[in-house]
């Protein structure tokens, strides 16, 4: 009961915080070009945008519940919990977005060096350096330890040759994370190294990858000759493969998080269906009855997924030993955006069918954009395939 | 709310475990099945499980029940389902105790609910009439005579009605057929004159039977609170029983599975398991996930009822169409994996494929539930 | 145009043979239990089915394209056509069904010695002796070649011991064929032997299966040191394979075959639909949405099948290749027939639920298990997922 | 009627497929699309196919066609399907060519369709007007005036409207919005004064626009045939089309999936090609099935309007449906198996998605049609 009085103890502090530091413009969702990513190059959409990122990586609220001594506030669960509950409560924008704090941050707090941490941890918990991920390659997708970018040691440096592909926002970022071949001759997943490049150095260049959709944050990312220090490197060399996993469920749990995230704050396939068919005047149900079940059946996965998750986190909460949960999360979420986006456009009918133009209203516009990014979802951060795989075997327990 | 389970619920889980497959195993159904057993039903299992306190699960101590709950009640009914176990926990414990509980009087409450809580008394409820479910299409009639009144209907997939001591009728006292209003809870005693209880065999050995009332005399105490007043309850009444159904679907389901999973890992074609064939693998992962959301919504809605959430109808029909779709697809997977044996009497699994069609029936299919669903969140 | 002469001559003799032959008792759709299927132990469901069986086989109809000497009518694939044209013009029951005509008889006409085609080919086409099939084994379903009963040769005699399964009324058949394994050292498939076995032979047992719907005519079937004469082995000696493949080609065809004739004698889905769920008495359409979506499926897909066999079977005519079109017809029918007897369940409601008694009407009951027994079919004969395999590796190509 | 192709259909068929990949290859789309071609379309190829026979394969030769018939019309569109040509088939071709030739006057039909047999005139039919296929609900009014007639409306989602000569309007002359009859089809010469067209950019850069008619003045020649009997034609002239369409489809659908074939032998993954992974068989093997049912039933469809068979509008709505459906589970699974690249624009797989999404939508989307196909057969 103790700690209960002082947790909220401790939210009133935080309540009076944000209060006095976070401003009036920042109390409101931020739309995708509003976004703060930080970086050497950061861009403000508005000079509130930037004070709130510094009065928060100040106070350490950037990446709460890391260590003070490198940028983070060090908060326990329970605190930063709090500390997300008020941001949300007086609908504040998170100060920050960071690849760094989501992926990057966990990972060098656990495997890396002393150096390593003073060095990149609290460059991210400030948001001055930008990070970007170099994992697949043109030849490893699903297959990701097949890679075979190839650094070579020379003296005290790495030099790094070869080729990454879907590194989103590259063109952007100030360093990047890479997995790399480090021996040749070993078994696959035993010659892969952890290593961290400055995009700045010589020989790497980048190139923008057009979607579907239009435009996308991703790139190709070539590297020639490329050399790195041998200090970057992160975990043992050859041991790559263990950090690189470790990482990679961070990156599962948050795709799907990010898809609810902006599920959340969207309107409703029933409501969209009322304003694109119509209820029935006596009927008082949808005009359209096969694509009304389709909703409902939408609906209810949406919500038996939430519960799911819920459950899921409850059990964590409660110090049940983690299943592999989010190979589930993040196949079933995708697969539920998707559909979920899908039936967005089958509601709009014709004005769901826009790629640009004035026929079309910019949230039209905006839905089949989605619509088609959406596709991507069950293939980027391990393809549907690849989870169906890791549940059989970790989850199940069925046999190679 | 919590999906986590308590040390005490744990506990419950155990016992009913342990209780289910000593007593109630597959077996048991077998044998009721195979030697045309008049009642369907084993009555002293039946009796040991309220010893237990699990009959009373969710009637009031006041009314000689433990309390326990529907988070509790959900775990019994899911080892129940595990075992295909013949119970009266639909009937009794989920439709007829809680038409009791919610429209009775205490005097009624008092006299029906505690041997309901002892095991001694099972009490059918009697409400669809044609070949499918339609809680708002009554036209079983009750009309009031000089001394009470007189019932005349047929009833149809009335659960336990061949072995009920009393039957809970839902009978039209005004209105027409369909009309929302004019309903009313009536308590008819086995061996009433003018009624003709016939048993209906089902494919899943699950007990019903088919009731016909032929003007019927009854008292004016048979009405259970006041005339005209059921449907206030009735949602209520039919939304705790979908939500136990689901429960006792998962439990089925989660059996299915892991005796699907089982025999992937040991049958051996082509010289390897065949749990290796990635064809099967991805299809067996993709079952594991539907599971752990019906488990999810399941658990919920129970809960929903142990805190009268406001949400509780619409968590009923997410819970009662997710169970019945996961149950129907997790079974006829399971057959298929089984492949030949998996179509012989001999094994289990089929059984379970015969018990999620008549769960699938019982008190509205999926489609139904889509479409109350929908209607609740309004379009 | 001379022979087309010719062909409408002949369905002149044809018309008048039936007219003549043909009893009016059995011009009319035959029960399941009314079916004729001959053998040493016959019974017939009445006089006229005995005679028209007897008046069929004399003039070789039974078996119309084998060739006279074996007991058939020497005719042309087009006779035959114009034979079953004009049977079926007259609504009159195949005099004998019979898994020898079916199966064994063109693969004995194709592999079989001299001797073994008058020994048995005219006693099946004659409906004197009723063969079963004895292929599968407990340990050996999908992967059929993994077979282990045995046959030791023995001098002029074959020794056989070991179990089969789902063997079609083995308790009503005369002889079987089995496949046996004759090497058991040689690679799977070229061990095998095609023998056959007189069901009276010492050693011989039989026990019936019950299936989820009930009683069924498999059987499991058993031997115990079996001995069988030498020259009742047919093709070579380990090279049962090629003779049991062309087999199963005729099995799959078969039993699409028959899933599509009892389809064709049924009740519509939308029929049954308006007997129990009834049509709105405004809109017209039937009040179950989504039951009404579904059966509309069913019977498109069913359309759509039904005019995929016509193109495969006039492409054939047109003496175009034949492709593995077997494969997708065995799996695609049995899976529209599961379909389909689960909608016809769905559509009764809790009639649909009926085990025995007098609460369902017979018709009921008999849907109700027919649901159940269409579960076996995507089993049998070559499971689904087997039909896949061939599909995917032979029709398109994919590696191993 | 017969599935197999005669000598005379293989040759057309090659015909049609070295004229759609030597002249409208998929690289033709990608360049009107990025180019931002205001036609959308290339004249040049198009009169180059009419030359050939191929514009007026469906109008009978009095009227400078070809009459080759709908079994070969549809060939061609299976050939155009496969490298997604942009060519004015289904606006010109199937549906205005058709509304001429079933409700125009002799005189009309001598005017019209021998320039779009010869390639030289697009003219485009303008249907709907709301956010869906809906062919009975029409207000865009034809009111008679002193010297013709006044035409107010707005129609939406009309192939090729931006660049036809003329547009073929479904114009109500009588009754309520929708009201089965009083349908009226009129000719509408481009650049007729108080006509807006504007073109609307689709996601698969299929041509379309949309019309407003604000008070235009029109002779009395300008309607086809009769006032008030459009109904009688409408029916016939949208199921040709949509066999049309779907005969289209069959061929996007099967160059979907051999690319898609393809690659999984070719892209290794594991060491191994990524096609002899089952998971990924058993898909493909499941979707060569679904696709061999479209083609029977695309054919059939196509040989039923040749034949004038009564069960033509069943027919239409059973390949339209079945097409729609196919395509959209092809495309879909070929993006996936593609993996990464499927999702760029580089990659053409993107494109067969998109144009499946658009074709889905164009005279009615499965659902619409299997409703359809439910009333034909009265349920």
């Known amino acids: 009961m103790i700690d209960r009085d002082e947790l909220e103890c401790f939210r009133g502090e935080v309540r009076a915080w944000l209060e006095e530091n976070c401003p009036k413009s920042m109390r409101s969702p931020a739309r995708e070009d509003e976004d703060v990513w930080g970086g050497r190059r950061a861009t403000f959409p508005s000079g509130d945008a930037k004070s709130w990122l510094e009065r928060a990586a100040a106070k350490g609220f950037t990446a709460p519940t890391w260590p003070k001594a490198y940028g983070g506030a060090g908060l326990s669960g329970d605190e930063a919990r709090i500390l997300e509950e008020e941001r949300v409560r007086i609908g504040a924008r998170v100060p920050l977005k960071s690849l760094g704090i989501w992926m990057l941050g966990p990972v060098l707090l656990r495997f890396g060096t002393e150096a390593q941490k003073v060095q990149h941890v609290t460059g991210i918990a400030r948001g001055e350096i930008r990070w970007c991920q170099g994992y697949s390659e043109p030849g490893a997708g699903s297959d990701l330890a097949s890679l075979s970018m190839r650094a070579e040691r020379d003296g005290d440096s790495y030099v790094v040759n070869g080729q990454k592909v879907w590194t989103s926002h590259a063109d952007k970022a100030d360093w990047i994370f890479c997995l790399v071949r480090t021996d040749a001759k070993a078994p696959k997943h035993e010659g892969i190294s952890f290593l961290l490049i400055d995009m700045a150095t010589k020989g790497v260049s980048v190139k923008p990858i057009t979607l579907l959709?239009?435009?996308?944050?991703f790139c190709e990312t070539f590297f020639e000759d490329v050399r790195v220090p041998a200090e970057n490197l992160v975990g043992p060399l050859n041991g790559g493969w263990t950090v690189a996993k470790a990482l990679l469920d961070h990156e599962r749990s948050l795709i799907s998080q990010i898809r609810d995230a902006a599920a959340a704050n969207e309107e409703s396939l029933e409501s969209l269906a009322r304003r694109y068919i119509g209820l029935g005047a006596e009927s008082g149900i949808l005009n359209d009855p096969s694509l009304r079940d389709r909703i409902t059946q939408a609906n209810m996965d949406l919500l038996c997924n939430k519960l799911t998750m819920r459950r899921s986190s409850e059990a964590r909460a409660a110090?049940?030993?983690?299943?592999?949960?989010?190979?589930?999360?993040?196949?079933?979420?995708?697969?539920?955006n998707?559909?979920?986006?899908?039936?967005?456009?089958?509601?709009?009918?014709?004005?769901?069918?826009?790629?640009?133009?004035?026929?079309?209203?910019?949230?039209?516009?905006?839905?089949?954009?989605?619509?088609?990014?959406?596709r991507a979802n069950s293939i980027e951060g391990g393809s549907t395939e690849i989870q169906l795989n890791i549940i059989a075997k970790r989850v199940l327990g069925l046999p190679d | 709310m919590s999906f986590v389970l308590t040390e005490e619920q744990e506990s419950i889980k155990r016992t009913a475990k342990s209780f289910a497959s000593e007593r109630l195993p597959i077996t048991n159904l077998r044998t009721l099945r195979d030697t045309k057993d008049a009642a369907g039903i084993s009555h002293d299992a039946w009796r040991a499980m309220a010893d237990l306190g699990l009959a009373g699960a969710a009637i009031p101590e006041a009314f000689g029940g433990?309390?326990?709950?529907?988070?509790?009640?959900?775990?019994?009914?899911?080892?129940?389902?595990?075992?295909?176990?013949?119970?009266?926990?639909?009937?009794?414990?989920?439709?007829?105790?809680?038409?009791?509980?919610?429209?009775?009087?205490?005097?009624?409450?008092?006299?029906?609910?505690?041997?309901?809580?002892?095991?001694?008394?099972?009490?059918?409820?009697?409400?669809?009439?044609?070949?499918?479910?339609?809680?708002?299409?009554?036209?079983?009639?009750?009309?009031?005579?000089?001394?009470?009144?007189?019932?005349?209907?047929?009833?149809?997939?009335?659960?336990?009605?061949?072995?009920?001591?009393?039957?809970?009728?839902?009978?039209?006292?005004?209105?027409?057929?369909?009309?929302?209003?004019?309903?009313?809870?009536?308590?008819?005693?086995q061996g009433t004159p003018g009624v003709t209880v016939t048993r209906t065999n089902l494919v899943d050995t699950r007990n019903a039977a088919r009731v016909r009332f032929d003007n019927v005399t009854l008292p004016a105490s048979a009405v259970l609170g006041t005339v005209g007043t059921a449907r206030a309850h009735l949602d209520t009444v039919l939304d705790r029983a979908r939500i136990g159904i689901a429960a006792e679907m998962l439990g089925a389901i989660q059996e299915t599975f892991e005796r699907t999973l089982a025999y992937l890992k040991t049958r051996k074609q082509f010289g390897v398991a065949i749990g290796s064939f990635q064809g099967l693998k991805h299809r067996a992962a993709a079952l594991f996930c539907e599971i752990e959301l019906t488990k999810s919504v399941v658990m919920d809605a129970l809960r929903a009822i142990d805190e009268n959430r406001p949400d509780l109808a619409q968590l009923a029909s997410a819970a009662k169409a997710r169970a019945t779709d996961t149950f129907l697809t997790v079974t006829a997977e399971a057959v298929q994996m089984h492949g030949g044996i998996g179509v012989t009497d001999d094994l289990d699994i089929g059984l379970f494929l015969k018990r999620a069609r008549v769960c699938e029936m019982t008190l509205g299919d999926s489609a139904y539930h889509r479409d109350r669903y929908a209607r609740l969140l309004g379009y």
């Not at chain 2, 013949?86 to 409450?109: E, F, H, R």
């Open chain 2, 66 to 189: 433990s309390a326990l709950g529907y988070a509790e009640l959900g775990l019994v009914l899911e080892e129940c389902g595990r075992t295909l176990a013949a119970t009266p926990l639909v009937s009794t414990v989920l439709l007829a105790a809680n038409a009791i509980l919610l429209a009775g009087t205490d005097a009624q409450k008092s006299a029906l609910l505690p041997p309901i809580a002892r095991g001694e008394s099972v009490v059918a409820f009697a409400l669809d009439e044609g070949a499918r479910h339609a809680p708002q299409r009554i036209s079983t009639r009750l009309e009031a005579t000089a001394g009470g009144y007189r019932l005349t209907g047929e009833k149809v997939f009335v659960l336990d009605g061949h072995i009920a001591n009393a039957l809970i009728v839902v009978a039209r006292s005004a209105g027409v057929d369909d009309a929302p209003d004019g309903l009313t809870f009536v308590l008819v005693p």
């Open chain 1, 338 to 374: 998707k559909r979920r986006r899908e039936l967005m456009v089958l509601i709009a009918g014709f004005q769901g069918l826009g790629w640009e133009g004035d026929s079309f209203s910019r949230e039209e516009l905006t839905r089949t954009r989605d619509w088609l990014r959406s």
């Open chain 1, 319 to 336: 110090g049940l030993p983690p299943g592999n949960e989010t190979s589930m999360f993040k196949l079933y979420g995708t697969e539920l």
């Open chain 1, 213 to 217: 959709s239009g435009a996308s944050p």
